[in-house]
């Protein structure tokens, strides 16, 4: 079974940079779409970037300039590059992976989830 473990949060100041990653194993990556979600305390879960098995990216409008999904298929781990990180920004991140390559950004549909990592952005 597909198994997804994240890493990297952390409490960064306003304007700085984290790196979260997505350790998946269990799945073949050309079959599988994935994508980075995020929950603030309070606030709905939203997607926030995705990609699918050609590479095709999506993201949500606030953090399209500043983040960035990439997926090292050797390293079979998926990667969100997070710049210029605002307080805004603070949520629990979590990695998601489906079956289906094409969900759109934000479905409720992924099957496979992280446990998550915090992402603190302090002023």
């Known amino acids: 079974q597909v198994q997804l473990v994240e890493s990297g949060g952390g409490s960064v100041q306003s304007g700085g940079s984290l790196r979260l990653s997505c350790a998946a194993s269990?799945?073949?990556?050309?079959?599988?779409?994935m994508a980075w979600f995020r929950q603030a305390p309070g606030k709905d879960r939203e997607g926030v970037a995705s990609?699918?098995?050609?590479?095709?990216?999506n993201y949500l409008d606030s953090v399209k300039v500043r983040f960035t999904i990439s997926l090292d298929k050797a390293k079979k781990t998926l990667y969100l590059e997070m710049n210029r990180l605002k307080p805004e920004d603070t949520a629990m991140y979590y990695c998601?992976?489906?079956?289906?390559?094409?969900?759109?950004?934000?479905?409720?549909?992924?099957?496979?989830w992280g446990q998550g990592t915090q992402v603190t952005v302090t002023s």
């Open positions: 998601a992976a489906d079956q289906r390559s094409g969900l759109p950004l934000g479905s409720n549909a992924y099957n496979y």
């Open positions: 990609i699918n098995t050609f590479g095709v990216t």
């Open positions: 269990g799945y073949t990556y050309s079959t599988y779409g």
